[in-house]
């Protein structure tokens, strides 16, 4: 009850979902996120009418983020049709998302054929431009084939998510998966003076945490944009406390993929262990709670010096090293110059111990 979230009528237990990508790719990886991950809804990897090329290799892991030329679903669309949904949903107890790419042309062939297995659709528009007219008549045909609970999946590439919400919205999706992978993005081997990763282009797609604060920006706009679309959330979560913060940015649900990548697979099945500590430790009483939430925005131009809490400083001198206003010194202790201090508020964030503190942070 407590982790539960619903919209368009679809009820997922708790509000993680597999992001569409490689961990939800047959038969066999769909029944590991209902068995062993317990997420709450499934997300399938993206159907397409087409077969793709896919260069090889095709996934790298950076510290905070991950880089890939994967493309959609290296299966056909016939086999998803004849047997991984057919056998997937034999044993299914939770909603289905099946994710579809990419044109209007696409959407004639695949939702006709995909409907009697779906809960709701996923729409990925990743390679066709971002023409809103465009979109919004692939939307329109979509609506024309099924009555399903249907969200857009926006690409950060689209300059105006606002626009884009209020274009699909009038064209009848219910809501908008935000957001699907950033780029294009290279990657260099500098030893090798090569780029490995990448069709002819030499381009790849990076997600992971590294895309975090721009996904919880876009989730945010269209919210506020268009507040009767549901959007679920995507991009760079690796912990409970990041589903809290999409949750709160707008989002009714989050989906996950490069976190399982950069950490584990069992990571999925954590963040839903973690989430009842988490709601607890922010003050909430369930997930709903946390989606009913304002979040109130204080902007203020007021300087304010910093204080130390002495005993919290470990004197580790991160904050002298990175002052970027040379106002911190050390003299027996750490000490702040308020003629210097442009009260940016850095040395806050940066300190390990929270030893630094100012009034208008939290
Ligand atoms: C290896 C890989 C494959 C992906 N394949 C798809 C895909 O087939 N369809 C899609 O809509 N998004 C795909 N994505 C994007 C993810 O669904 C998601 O939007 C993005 O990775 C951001 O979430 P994350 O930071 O949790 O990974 C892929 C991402 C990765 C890393």
Redo the contacts with the bound molecule.
């Keep these: 009850m407590k982790l539960r979230t619903t919209f368009d009528g679809i009820t997922l237990e708790n509000p993680l979902m597999p992001?569409?990508?490689?961990l939800t790719g047959d038969t066999e990886k769909l029944a590991f996120m209902r068995d062993e991950a317990g997420v709450g809804a499934v997300v399938t990897?993206?159907i397409c009418p087409r077969e793709p090329e896919i260069p090889k290799p095709?996934?790298y892991t950076g510290k905070h983020y991950?880089q890939?030329s994967?493309?959609?679903?290296e299966h056909p669309m016939e086999r998803w049709v004849e047997s991984f949904l057919p056998e997937y949903v034999e044993k299914k107890d939770r909603p289905l998302i099946i994710?579809v790419?990419y044109t209007k042309e696409d959407m004639e062939i695949l939702i006709p054929k995909l409907d009697a297995f779906a809960d709701a659709f996923?729409v990925?528009t990743?390679y066709v431009g971002t023409d809103l007219s465009v979109i919004a008549d692939t939307v329109r045909t979509i609506r024309s084939h099924t009555d399903k609970p249907f969200y857009m999946?926006i690409s950060p590439h689209i300059q105006n998510p606002e626009g884009y919400a209020k274009a699909i919205k009038e064209a009848g999706a219910n809501g908008v998966?935000a957001?699907?992978?950033l780029g294009p993005t290279i990657n260099i081997n500098a030893k090798k003076r090569r780029i490995e990763y990448g069709a002819e282009d030499g381009f790849v797609?990076t997600?992971?945490?590294l895309?975090?604060p721009m996904?919880l920006a876009i989730v945010y706009k269209i919210k506020q944009a268009e507040p009767s679309l549901t959007v679920i959330g995507?991009?760079?979560?690796t912990s409970a406390d990041d589903v809290i913060e999409f949750l709160l940015a707008g989002a009714s649900g989050v989906?996950?993929?490069?976190?399982a990548?950069l950490k584990g697979k069992a990571l999925y099945a954590k963040i839903i262990r973690d989430l009842p500590k988490a709601l607890e430790k922010y003050g909430f009483e369930s997930i709903e709670d946390v989606i009913g939430t304002t979040l109130s925005k204080d902007v203020s131009y007021e300087d304010e010096t910093p204080t130390l809490i002495e005993e919290k400083c470990i004197e580790c001198m991160l904050c002298v090293k990175t002052c970027p206003y040379f106002a911190i010194d050390f003299k027996d202790r750490i000490t702040f110059n308020p003629d210097k201090c442009f009260s940016c508020g850095l040395c806050v964030s940066i300190c390990p111990t929270d030893a630094i503190h100012m009034d208008k942070l939290g």
């Excluded at 992001?19 to 490689?22: I, K, R, T």
């Design positions: 992001a569409s990508g490689p990897k993206t095709c996934i991950v890939n994967e493309l959609w679903s994710s790419g996923e990925s990743h999946k998966v957001i699907n992978s797609w997600t992971g945490p895309i975090k996904a995507v991009g760079g979560i989906q996950m993929l490069s976190g990548l």
